[in-house]
């Protein structure tokens, strides 16, 4: 059974850090591309930035670039979003995502709430 | 970055009836291959969003055939046939062809 499980985030002041952290099971991690995904509260579905197999391509929406960080440990089954200076804009349920082209957002992780405020 | 953009937003329906979703892109989601990179997607309260359809018309594993989906280039429909109670939702259309990967604004669906 395919399993994404997520942890980390939680409350973060304006300009402070966070990461989180989504470990894959049930499939061979390695051979897919892997995303974060976010959902404002009340809002749609926004894209945040994804990552290839190896970990040398990354792509990333632009109001995250330079302050998000994606990453994965293929040894460990797991990604990682690494998020930098945040804003209260970046307050939303963060999720964890593997793609194909033949299935599309198959599986997603459970979601966790980041909220940025003082 | 393409836009994608769905009507009706809110969508009420009558238990038994038939339901469409519009999504419009501002680019072709037609590729070289010949495959339309467009999937749909729907998110029940309070759950993490399913895959319903990919590649334009292609039915992901588990998805009732009430389920299709149609179109090509940058006009693609979702329609629901036999709507019940449990298709309540916000429905969103989706495009990975390029990045950013972009959706539409959700449409969602109310039984009457």
């Known amino acids: 059974e395919v399993q994404l499980v997520q942890s980390g985030g939680g409350l973060a002041q304006p300009g402070g850090s966070l990461r989180l952290s989504c470990a894959a099971s049930g499939f061979t991690f390695s051979a897919y591309w892997m995303n974060w995904l976010r959902q404002a509260p009340g809002k749609g579905l926004e894209w945040v930035a994804n990552?290839?197999?190896?970990?040398?391509?990354?792509y990333y929406v632009d109001s995250v670039k330079g302050r998000f960080t994606i990453s994965r440990d293929n040894a460990k089954n797991s990604l990682f979003l690494q998020m930098d200076s945040l804003r209260a804009e970046d307050t939303a349920v963060y999720f964890c995502a593997k793609h194909s082209r033949n299935s599309g957002f198959q599986y997603w992780g459970q979601g966790s709430l980041v909220t940025v405020s003082s | 970055d393409i836009v994608m953009t769905q009507s009706p937003l809110s969508l009420p329906v009558t238990p038994g009836e038939s339901a469409s979703i519009s999504c419009r892109s501002s680019?072709?989601?037609?590729?070289?291959?010949?495959?339309?990179?467009l999937e749909w997607y729907l998110q029940k309260p309070g759950q993490s969003p399913q895959v319903l359809i990919y590649?334009?018309?292609n039915r992901a594993s588990g998805v009732p055939d009430r389920f299709s989906g149609s179109g090509s280039g940058t006009d693609f429909t979702l329609k629901i046939s036999r709507v019940e109670a449990e298709d309540v939702g916000i429905y969103y259309c989706?495009?990975?062809?390029?990045?950013?990967?972009?959706f539409g604004q959700g449409t969602r669906l109310e039984i009457k």
């Open positions: 590649l334009g018309s």
């Open positions: 989706m495009q990975p062809l390029q990045v950013p990967v972009t």
């Open positions: 680019q072709s989601l037609l590729h070289s291959n010949g495959d339309n990179y």
């Open positions: 990552i290839d197999q190896g970990g040398s391509e990354k």
